[in-house]
């Protein structure tokens, strides 16, 4: 056989089945594959897959086109819903080099009026995985690009407490979806409405996808505009984001991120994500009744999320702060008022089970605080370090009374109950300031000083605090008090008539020392007295910070030569919120009894139980503040 002869049987082996193959599609189409497709996929997937609708297939190396009308893919047994996928019609585009090397990636996927279910199990099993047990990660389809035309959406993942459902539209213009979505996530009720782009870009990592999101979630709301990058992997987002809620707290179940918990936010910022890094730019807004702004960082990439924040308060509400250190805001307040039973000191237990969801670094300035009961606090600022559970607040320190507050505490979460450390310096605090709604404190002068240094345990500030070791020191030096304040407290009864009748003035502030030594959560005096020109007082008692109950009481030492004085002790007793402050009434009355019996002698004679001559000296207040020069360093 000749060459050319050879050549033409050749070409003729090869063209003639390919003409009858096309001769025969044209006769009898594609709907003959449709019987050996659904019987291959039941095999490979144990699931049966259904085309009721026509069969066709548009060849284009390497990436054939294939539609088929009335479709449908069957869930496995445990799923809710029977069917995965149905759709009117349904256009795939194959990817055929992978799928030589058994991948199925589909470069895009047109779906008309779908009903699409995902669900995940307890056990692990994902109905989009096409293995058989629906548990090979590797057995999955690849979708590049998915255009969806109107049709229901649904998630369900039991052991998540999720289950969503989606309606989609098309747009007045044809060009976007319209979508509506409710139920539950993470427990927590859904429901949201939005727009986006009618083709999503599942796995592009270049084209940005337009989309806009108004959402509640639980009692959180969320409001996104922007864009998102590759809808699978959100591997960059740009978006516009404001949040609003009765707590941040309440973040925790969306983010797995603890943030403290407050009174209710609202926040408007940029939302910013590169890679495995997120940014809340330039956000601002109010948390309760204080202003908020600054900027956010969160790094995914590591052990757990890694924050860092810098925040900026221009006026902060003291009471804002409440719920963070264990306390209701406005606790104080309500527990002093009359009738009431509630205690002082927070109580609210820390949710320490969440501390180890982040490690966090975060610094807070604040110009202006602001607080129901006026104190002069003033220039708050903040660092808050919390790494492997143990929250740091160092330092912690703002303006008091003209003089300065420095604080470093220590929470060790990893612990139950938490092991808390705390050392506290109080520096040269103006005692006029300190009381600003004592008419003669206006006028007054005087620093305070003082060092606390505590150790306790509790998963609640009041619980540290009724365990509490340690010390606590103050000392008070050169300045001025009110005389008839101090009459008073030395009962001194010719004195406050005669005050009261000429007014009150200043007299000679020596000094106070206030030494108490703190064993599981009991303050022991150690060294109370307060030293002015007329009157010295000593005190000794207890302070119970676990019970809440005072027990001091408070001895007078009078200067000068008083005509008619009680001269007896003054106890300082009840609870914190309701302080019981009376004079000794067994002594009044001893005294009562003395002026009595001489009265039926000499009625002159009366008189001289009363009188107070005083011990005519100066208290040694140099001895006073040299045994407490260490807190007033």
């Not at 004592?438 to 002068?445: D, P, R, W």
């Not at 005294?591 to 008189?607: D, S, T």
Request: net charge positive; with cysteine.
């Amino acid at each position: 056989m000749t060459p050319t002869r050879l050549f033409q049987w050749s070409v003729g082996l090869i063209v003639v089945p390919v003409l009858l193959f096309v001769l025969f599609i044209s006769i009898f189409g594609w709907n003959w594959l449709r019987g050996p497709i659904e019987r291959k996929t039941l095999e490979k997937t144990g699931r049966e897959f259904v085309i009721s609708g026509d069969l066709g297939i548009k060849f284009a190396w390497p990436a054939p086109r294939i539609s088929a009308g009335m479709v449908t893919f069957a869930n496995p047994a445990w799923a809710r819903e029977k069917q995965m996928v149905s759709a009117d019609a349904i256009e795939i585009t194959i990817d055929m080099p992978q799928l030589l090397r058994q991948n199925i990636v589909l470069h895009e996927v047109r779906l008309q009026r779908p009903t699409v279910y995902l669900e995940q199990g307890n056990n692990g099993k994902k109905n989009w995985l096409l293995d058989v047990n629906q548990q090979d990660e590797e057995m999955r389809m690849r979708v590049d690009r998915l255009t969806l035309d109107e049709g229901t959406l649904g998630y369900d993942d039991v052991g998540d407490k999720t289950s969503i459902r989606a309606s989609l539209s098309t747009a007045a213009n044809a060009s976007d979806v319209v979508f509506s979505a409710q139920g539950q996530y993470r427990g927590l009720p859904l429901k949201a409405s939005g727009r986006g782009e009618s083709v999503l870009a599942m796995r592009d990592e270049s084209a940005p996808y337009a989309l806009k999101v108004d959402a509640t979630v639980g009692r959180t709301a969320v409001r996104a505009e922007g864009t998102v990058t590759s809808l699978l992997k959100f591997s960059a987002i740009d978006m516009q984001l404001d949040l609003r809620g009765e707590s941040l707290d309440q973040l925790y179940p969306l983010l797995g991120i603890a943030f403290p918990a407050t009174p209710a936010y609202a926040t408007k910022g940029h939302l910013l994500r590169s890679g495995n890094t997120w940014h809340y730019e330039k956000f601002s807004g109010r948390i309760g009744g204080s202003d908020i702004a600054g900027t956010l960082q969160v790094d995914a990439g590591g052990k757990r999320p890694a924050m860092k924040a810098s925040l900026l308060s221009n006026l902060l509400v003291l009471e804002d702060l409440g719920p963070i250190i264990g306390s209701q805001p406005g606790r104080v307040e309500q527990a002093a008022r009359p009738g009431a039973t509630k205690t002082v000191l927070p109580d609210l237990p820390f949710k320490t089970d969440r501390w180890s969801s982040v490690d966090a670094e975060v610094t807070l300035k604040a110009k202006t605080i602001r607080r129901a009961r006026e104190l002069p606090i003033e220039n708050l600022d903040v660092h808050l370090s919390l790494r492997d559970s143990v929250l740091t607040l160092d330092p912690l320190k703002f303006g008091l009374a003209g003089g300065q507050l420095n604080a470093v505490i220590n929470l060790d979460g990893r612990k139950n109950p938490v092991q808390a450390k705390a050392r506290i310096k109080a520096r040269k605090i103006q005692m006029a300031r300190m009381f600003p709604t004592v008419e003669l404190n206006k006028t007054s002068v005087g620093e305070i000083n003082g060092d606390f240094v505590l150790a306790g345990k509790g998963n609640s500030v009041g619980r540290m605090l009724a365990t509490a070791d340690g010390k606590v020191g103050l000392v008070v030096g050169n300045g001025e008090i009110s005389r008839l304040m101090m009459e008073k407290v030395g009962l001194h009864i010719w004195e406050i008539l005669e005050l009261s009748v000429t007014g009150d003035r200043l007299i000679k502030l020596h000094c106070g020392v206030a030494n108490f030594g703190v064993k599981a959560g009991v303050m022991h005096a150690d060294a109370l007295i307060l030293d002015t020109a007329i009157t010295t007082i000593v005190g000794t008692g207890t302070i119970d910070l676990a019970q809440e109950k005072l027990d001091l009481t408070l001895n007078q030492d009078t200067k000068n030569t008083s005509p008619l004085a009680l001269r007896s002790p003054i106890h300082v007793r009840g609870s914190f919120a309701r302080p019981d402050i009376e004079v000794d009434k067994g002594i009044l009355a001893a005294r009562g009894l003395g002026a009595l019996a001489l009265g039926m002698i000499n009625p002159l004679l009366a008189l001289l139980p009363l009188i107070d001559a005083g011990p005519g000296r100066d208290s040694d207040c140099a001895r006073l503040v040299r045994d407490a020069r260490r807190i007033a360093s």
